[in-house]
């Protein structure tokens, strides 16, 4: 802007000064001069004109200046003050805190000289430790749900599956007839009439054939299905092998001196310690009984394929038999058994596989039972001191022992539904090998087929209802439970017999002498060295000797569980009369009911001491 009025300045100068020079020398007329003048004039006004509008322009850039600078100077007054706000409470918080580390210090110099212990510290600690029992709990519940919403997703997509292998299989059975009518139409236009009449006395081998490989393919299925399952057993046994050694690592061990929720702490928290331990043990219980539904269903499923192959080895042995006169038919046989035998030899390694997990659970289910007792006898002496104090806290701990009382009962019948177990897997096993001797000894029926089912004994009177329901060999079918599995709610004397009738029901099928020759005497004597027995025969002796060695040191476990048992029981017998004195009518009807209990256990005791003998005189 000032060089503009500079300028400007100039040009008003040379334009004197021409005009000057202009009227020096010009002598011309006056309307010239005038003319001149008026044109000097304008451009004056014009010169005058433009000088006010820079004027005006310079004031407006200094007004927009002072505004800047007065913005400027307004937004630094804010930043500071605001800044001296937060100045001001970063002090009152300092000195907040350095009055709470002076208190601090005074309270541990205080706590340190007189020995005490901050009650408000120990409360907030206990308070926090409640919480987080509540919330574990909770999340175990809500784990539990969805594990369960799992297991139907899964049920659903394994039906799913087996109905598209079923699908799959009749599309094929189909599409294998209607190769054989090409076929036999091809046949009967460019053959005569004996090569036709030959052929079709053939094609029932075939078509046995066909149908014993769609078998074999059941077979596999079941197989991996098995499979899947079993891995998912183990996966579910090393889950909660993790939360339980958590949980024992939270809590403390069982047989501990002071574990962390009862070193000094209140009644309470030992209640919910126990309550605790109780509900993991019956979750526990209830896991073993799911379990134990599974195998059922497949041990039924596996059974009625069993029969079916049965039923189809002896129809492809009697059309086999008629049809056996070509030499190339007869390789297509043998390569046939050959290849089902493989796929038996299989199935035997699945069944090995199962029974090695079923000895998985019963080694899970001693080492619960264990620390149940260990847990059994601990409650009972929290019980005796509880009565001897007060009667609110006898009656929590009563409670206690009946819910204990019936977790054991539950894990003894779950023992005895895991022995029914391994004793039908090992009939299965004996019919499937029976079987494939009897297909390995030129197709004919063997008669040990039905010495296996005088074996069977108890088992074979449930399978004659099944056998008719046979069609559905993919969906086994689903009969009623004996007894209840998992929380179910029962009277202890029908827990007590379910449980005893559970225990005993191998010992009526495997080994049931009818006298001292008996029938089945007729069957075990082409195993006995002085009889005409095979190779495969003896193997199949030395299988079943070690088949009976096992279940032997099994009932000896078994045993010892029940002698510890029964002493625990003694144990707390004796503890609660030296407590109590058993005086009044509670104490009489304690009485009665531990002496039932201890006649129960006895039994069940005997019964087993005389199956083991039975066994040991079978296996001598």
Same mark, same amino acid.
């Not at 007839?177 to 052929?199: N, W, Y």
């Given at each position: ?68 600078? /007065?913005?400027?100077?307004?937004? =630094? ?14 002090? @009152? ?9 002076? @208190? ?15 009650? !408000? ?68 236009? #460019? ?20 149908? %014993?490989?769609?078998? %074999? ?20 046994? /090393? ?79 009697? #059309? ?42 019963? !080694?899970?289910? @001693? ?35 009946? !819910? %204990? @009382?019936?977790?054991?009962?539950? &894990? ?21 090998? $029976?079987? =494939? ?11 040990? /087929? ?22 559905? $060999? ?23 017999? *379910? ?22 005497? *007729? ?14 025969? $003896? ?55 531990? &002496? ?25």
């Amino acid at each position: 802007m000032q060089s503009r009025l500079d300028n400007m300045n100039v040009e008003e100068a040379d334009v004197e000064e021409e005009g000057r020079a202009v009227a020096e020398p010009q002598t011309g007329t006056v309307t010239q001069q005038a003319l001149d003048g008026e044109m000097e004039m304008d451009e004056m006004e014009r010169l005058l004109e433009e000088n006010e509008d820079l004027k005006c322009e310079i004031e407006e850039m200094r007004t927009e200046m002072d505004e800047m600078r /007065d913005t400027f100077y307004e937004e =630094d007054t804010c930043q500071l003050q605001e800044m001296r706000r937060e100045l001001e409470r970063a002090n @009152k918080n300092c000195r907040i805190l350095q009055y709470r580390l002076r @208190k601090a210090e005074r309270k541990r110099l205080r706590y340190a000289q007189t020995g005490e212990i901050d009650e !408000e510290l120990l409360r907030s600690l206990e308070q926090d430790l409640k919480v987080a029992k509540d919330v574990s709990v909770r999340l175990h519940h809500e784990l539990e749900k969805v594990e369960e919403k799992r297991t139907k997703t899964e049920e659903e997509n394994e039906k799913l599956r087996q109905k598209l292998i079923e699908v799959e299989v009749t599309k094929q059975a189909l599409q294998n007839e209607l190769d054989k009518t090409k076929e036999s139409q091809k046949r009967k236009g #460019s053959k005569d009439i004996q090569k036709p009449d030959k052929k079709s006395a053939q094609t029932p081998t075939e078509e046995d054939n066909e149908d %014993l490989k769609c078998q %074999l393919a059941f077979i596999k299925e079941e197989a991996v299905l098995m499979r899947k399952k079993t891995a998912k057993i183990d996966k579910e046994k /090393d889950r909660l092998e993790q939360e339980l050694q958590k949980y024992r690592s939270f809590y403390g061990e069982l047989d501990s001196t002071h574990p962390k929720g009862e070193a000094g702490g209140p009644p309470t928290t030992r209640e919910s310690e126990l309550k605790l331990r109780l509900r993991l043990v019956e979750e526990e219980a209830n896991i073993l009984g799911r379990k134990i539904v599974e195998l059922e269903v497949e041990n039924r499923g596996l059974r009625a394929e069993l029969d079916d192959l049965r039923g189809e080895g002896e129809g492809a042995a009697s #059309s086999g038999s008629e049809a056996m006169g070509g030499q190339g038919g007869g390789r297509a046989l043998g390569d046939d058994l050959t290849e089902l035998r493989q796929q038996l030899q299989l199935v035997e390694d699945e069944a090995e596989l199962l029974r090695r997990n079923l000895a998985d659970a019963e !080694e899970q289910n @001693k080492r619960v039972t264990g620390e149940l007792n260990k847990l059994r006898f601990k409650a009972g002496t929290h019980e005796g001191g509880a009565r001897h104090g007060g009667g609110s806290d006898g009656a929590k701990m009563e409670a206690l022992q009946e !819910e %204990l @009382k019936a977790a054991r009962l539950q &894990i003894n019948d779950l023992s005895g539904k895991v022995m029914q177990l391994q004793y039908e897997n090992r009939v299965l096993l004996s019919n499937m090998q $029976r079987y =494939d001797l009897a297909s390995h000894l030129s197709l004919r029926p063997s008669p040990r /087929d039905s010495d296996a089912e005088s074996d069977a004994g108890g088992a074979s009177g449930r399978r004659e209802s099944d056998e008719d329901s046979t069609s559905s $060999r993919l969906l086994p079918p689903h009969r009623k439970r004996e007894g209840p599995v998992g929380g179910e709610s029962d009277s202890d004397e029908v827990r007590n017999n *379910s449980s005893s009738s559970r225990c005993l029901t191998p010992t009526r099928g495997l080994y049931t002498p009818t006298g001292p020759e008996g029938a089945s005497s *007729s069957t075990l004597a082409r195993f006995l060295p002085g009889g005409r027995c095979s190779l495969p025969e $003896r193997q199949q002796m030395i299988d079943i000797r070690v088949e009976a060695e096992r279940l032997v040191r099994t009932i000896d476990r078994l045993i010892a569980d029940t002698a510890s048992v029964i002493s625990d029981a003694r144990v707390y017998v004796s503890n609660g009369d030296l407590m109590l004195g058993r005086g009044g009518e509670e104490g009489a009807e304690d009485d009665g009911s531990r &002496i039932r209990e201890h006649e129960l256990l006895y039994r069940i005791n005997a019964q087993m001491k005389a199956f083991r003998k039975e066994l040991q005189a079978f296996i001598d």
